[in-house]
Nanobody
Framework: QVQLVESGGGLVQAGGSLRLSCVASVRTFSTYIRAWFRQAPGRSHEFVAAVNWNAATTYADSVKGRFTISRDNAENTVYLQMNNLEPEDTAVYYC??????????????????WGRGTQVTVSS
């Protein structure tokens, strides 16, 4: 069974940084689009960023210039470097994956593989 496992969440003050990691349990995911979503209390899943197999990226407007997504296919891992964090970034962050041939999507229903999430809390 394919697994995506996130790590790196925690509590940080506004203006601080965190780096999230998501490891896939199978090498097949090296050709998949890997993405990060987040869900704040009482809200639906929100697209954050995605990277395809050749490192092309796309970001939500709310995180452009602050967050950077990257991947290491040799390690089956995708990262989300989050800088200049704001209290509004507080959420559970999930990694997700979809086949690379389908192209980028910001819709959570378009991703068939999900991790269990990691909590990010930004204090003011």
């Amino acid at each position: 069974q394919v697994q995506l496992v996130e790590s790196g969440g925690g509590l940080v003050q506004a203006g601080g940084s965190l780096r999230l990691s998501c490891v896939a349990s199978v090498r097949t995911f090296s050709t998949y689009i890997r993405a990060w979503f987040r869900q704040a209390p009482g809200r639906s899943h929100e697209f954050v960023a995605a990277v395809n197999w050749n490192a092309a990226t796309t970001y939500a407007d709310s995180v452009k210039g602050r967050f950077t997504i990257s991947r290491d296919n040799a390690e089956n891992t995708v990262y989300l470097q989050m800088n200049n964090l704001e209290p509004e970034d507080t959420a559970v962050y999930y990694c997700a994956a979809r086949p690379g041939g389908l192209g980028f999507s910001q819709g959570p229903n378009d991703y068939g593989h999900w991790g269990r999430g990691t909590q990010v809390t930004v204090s003011s």
